[in-house]
């Protein structure tokens, strides 16, 4: 099978959702890209709990993964707690990937169908290959709403709106473009894009390489220096602007007329400045469901959003350095 991950969303939307919770559909807005860059988050995260990915698993380390999977008091527990009091755990328990595992592995199946995935169990290496690089980058663009004063920067409800006229195409080639042209440092002299990497291995060494060949480096926070990055978890490696955000926001506000109204609008309907997620949730809800937008007003958005498209730099960068970039 070539990805445990994007075979489990498949057998679930088409065989358990709605016969245990309707996750897929309240949980994650019915939209399976976003359903799968959650679960990748998830996996993640019990990888960080536990030392191996629940996607990469073979059949003698079921009994393994079933007893991780419901352990208290560990960070994946916790972690699984705070979203929506355990989805993920429920989403990998009993009714679910669990339910799928025993399908896959105790189903006769034919040698082709039943292809198993690729397991390192000598190198505790974690494997990353492009599909699932870029899927954890998306769904790391699309959650990175912003609250300035001056103008807010609601990605996720600009989402919805270009999704809801038929614009997804737009929106989402505007994801891709800063994806593809993020700066990857391969060596303190020496880059590319992320549109030429096609896989990332990660030891617990703390070594990453790039293509199986280049070492992963990282700019750092102070003096303009790149040096080798150390990292154990694809977590530390952040998608860092060059020039912060603020600054590109800020620079260009008086240009951007699409999104000042949609900010005015936003700040209305909120009775006040929008300065959080919940406010921002409650009110882009209600904007997205209320408020009728022309083919004019959205070329305009469409204008603003590709403005800011062309002043976007974005680098790979270790989570120690960026944190001290912010200092």
Same mark, same amino acid.
């Given at each position: ?139 790391? #663009?699309? @959650? ?6 001056? &103008?807010?920067?609601?990605?996720? $409800? %600009?989402?919805? =709106?270009?999704? +809801? ?83 590109? #926001?800020? @620079? ?6 699409? &999104?000042?109204?949609?900010?005015? $609008? %936003?700040?209305? =309907?909120?009775? +006040? ?55």
């Amino acid at each position: 099978m070539k990805n445990l991950l994007i075979n489990f969303v498949d057998w679930y939307l088409e065989t358990n959702e709605g016969k245990t919770a309707n996750f897929f559909v309240h949980t994650f807005k019915s939209d399976r890209d976003f359903f799968i860059a959650e679960l990748s988050d998830y996996a993640v995260e019990f990888a960080l709990a536990y030392g191996y990915n629940p996607f990469k698993v073979d059949k003698d380390k079921l009994d393994i993964l079933k007893a991780d999977i419901y352990r208290k008091g560990t960070p994946f527990s916790e972690f699984s707690e705070s979203k929506s009091n355990h989805v993920p755990r429920a989403l990998f328990g009993k009714n679910n990937y669990q339910k799928f595992l025993d399908t896959l592995y105790t189903e006769k199946k034919s040698s082709a169908s039943l292809k198993a995935p690729v397991v390192r169990k000598q190198t505790n290496v974690y494997h990353y290959e492009k599909e699932e690089l870029q899927k954890n980058f998306i769904f790391r #663009l699309i @959650t990175q709403d912003r609250y300035y004063e001056f &103008l807010c920067f609601p990605i996720s $409800v %600009l989402k919805k =709106i270009f999704y +809801g006229y038929d614009r997804r195409e737009f929106f989402d080639n505007w994801i891709n473009t800063q994806i593809d042209n993020i700066t990857v440092y391969t060596s303190p002299s020496t880059k590319i894009l992320f549109k030429d990497v096609e896989t990332l291995d990660i030891s617990k060494d703390g070594i990453a390489l790039i293509n199986g060949k280049h070492n992963l480096h990282t700019a750092v926070s102070v003096g303009g220096a790149v040096i080798e990055a150390y990292t154990t978890t694809l977590q530390d490696i952040v998608i860092d602007h060059i020039e912060s955000f603020v600054n590109v #926001l800020y @620079t260009l506000k008086d240009q951007l007329p699409a &999104l000042q109204i949609i900010h005015n $609008v %936003l700040e209305n =309907i909120n009775d +006040g400045r929008v300065s959080n997620y919940e406010a921002l949730k409650n009110a882009g809800n209600y904007l997205v469901s209320n408020v009728e937008f022309t083919p004019s007003e959205l070329d305009g958005l469409e204008k603003d959003m590709n403005l800011i498209l062309s002043k976007i730099e974005l680098q790979l960068m270790d989570k120690g350095e960026h944190r001290g970039k912010k200092k």
